[in-house]
């Protein structure tokens, strides 16, 4: 049968629900908190075209940490950046 186009179909839907309430809840928060999709162009010898991946969110570091020192002055925060960066 199509079981598998069908859970494919029925992933991609929860997917897009999830990434719907996560762009709602960036931008109910107060102040809301500015984001990105991750994207890139490419280019053939007659025009360029931009590719937008909906899938992936991008908070930009120092807009977080204004957020967070906006909204929440008196935490503490620490950052583990990977040694392969």
Do not use: F, K
């Given at each position: 049968?199509?079981?598998?186009?069908?859970?494919?179909?029925?992933?991609?839907?929860?997917?897009?629900?999830?990434?719907?309430?996560?762009?709602?809840?960036?931008?109910?928060?107060?102040?809301?908190?500015?984001?990105?999709?991750e994207?890139?162009?490419?280019?053939?010898?007659?025009?360029?075209?931009?590719?937008?991946n909906?899938?992936?969110?991008?908070?930009?570091?120092?807009?977080?940490f204004?957020?967070?020192?906006?909204?929440k002055?008196y935490?503490?925060?620490?950052?583990?950046?990977p040694?392969?960066?």
């Open positions: 049968g199509d079981g598998g186009a069908t859970s494919i179909a029925a992933a991609a839907a929860r997917a897009d629900s999830v990434q719907r309430r996560v762009e709602q809840m960036l931008n109910e928060l107060t102040p809301p908190l500015s984001y990105d999709r994207w890139h162009v490419q280019c053939d010898r007659d025009s360029c075209v931009e590719h937008v909906r899938d992936r969110i991008i908070i930009q570091i120092q807009d977080l204004r957020w967070l020192l906006q909204t002055p935490e503490s925060y620490v950052v583990s950046i040694s392969s960066l």
